[in-house]
């Protein structure tokens, strides 16, 4: 079974603190994705990556980073959390298109973090 | 940016009845997929149409697409209680990038 594993599923923490939300898939994905969850907003993409050491940005990067040292780990950071990001986070990854793409994008579960 | 539009929000139907949810894009796609939610949850991929097909199905799931109305529809037959989620339709474009529309709430009263 495919598996995206999210760190956390519930975070809370104080305005001004760095924060890092950690994803890892198993089955040797090129992609991963950051995502951002919000009542009447759907899904927006906040970073994603193609390859190891590579990043691009989605549609809201505002205050957002991610690292990608290794392939199957892809890391979301917030430099100076603001009560405005409190959101479900949700990663995702896939295989680079072409190679298997019948299989869309797997999901983590998600973490709900809120900033206080 | 949003790219799918889901039509409509929320859909409340009894068990055994068909769901037919619509999405509607704006630009051109290498694939339109669809997602179901579970409340709280990730999403769980569904099933994806291609650009060129024009419709496809997976169970009690029957999908279209229609590129020159840039629309597609979901459709699930003989619902259950167990269908009860949201559904969202995610369009794949030409920068292998994906973008979601913000659902449809289904509720199947059992």
């Known amino acids: 079974d495919v598996k995206v594993t999210q760190s956390s599923r519930y975070l809370v923490k104080r305005t001004g603190e760095k924060v890092f939300l950690e994803c890892v898939q198993d089955?040797?994905?090129?992609?991963m994705f950051w995502y951002r969850q919000d009542p009447g907003l759907g899904l927006r993409l906040i970073y994603f990556?193609?390859?190891?050491?590579?990043?691009e940005k989605g549609d809201i990067p505002e205050g957002y980073s991610v690292s990608r040292e290794k392939k199957e780990r892809f890391s979301l950071i917030l430099e100076s959390a603001s009560t405005n990001q409190t959101s479900m986070y949700l990663c995702?990854?896939?295989?680079?298109?072409?190679?298997?793409?019948?299989?869309?994008?797997?999901f983590g579960s998600g973490t709900r973090l809120t900033v206080v | 940016s949003q790219q799918g539009e889901e039509d409509p929000q929320a859909l409340s139907i009894q068990e055994g009845e068909n769901a037919t949810m619509n999405c509607s894009y704006k630009?051109?796609?290498?694939?339109l997929q669809w997602y179901r939610q579970n409340s709280g949850r990730g999403l769980v991929h569904l099933i994806l149409?291609?650009?060129?097909?024009r419709e496809k199905h997976s169970g009690r799931l029957r999908v279209t697409l229609d590129t020159s109305k840039k629309s597609s529809s979901l459709l699930i037959t003989a619902s259950r209680a167990a269908d009860t989620a949201s559904y969202f339709c995610?369009?794949?474009?030409?920068?292998?990038?994906?973008?979601f529309g913000a659902g449809t709430r289904l509720t199947v009263k059992p």
């Open positions: 995702a990854s896939s295989f680079w298109p072409g190679q298997g793409a019948n299989y869309g994008y797997t």
């Open positions: 089955m040797d994905h090129e992609n």
């Open positions: 990556s193609y390859d190891v050491k590579m990043k």
């Open positions: 630009t051109s796609i290498n694939n």
């Open positions: 149409i291609r650009s060129n097909e």
């Open positions: 995610a369009t794949e474009n030409n920068n292998n990038d994906m973008r």
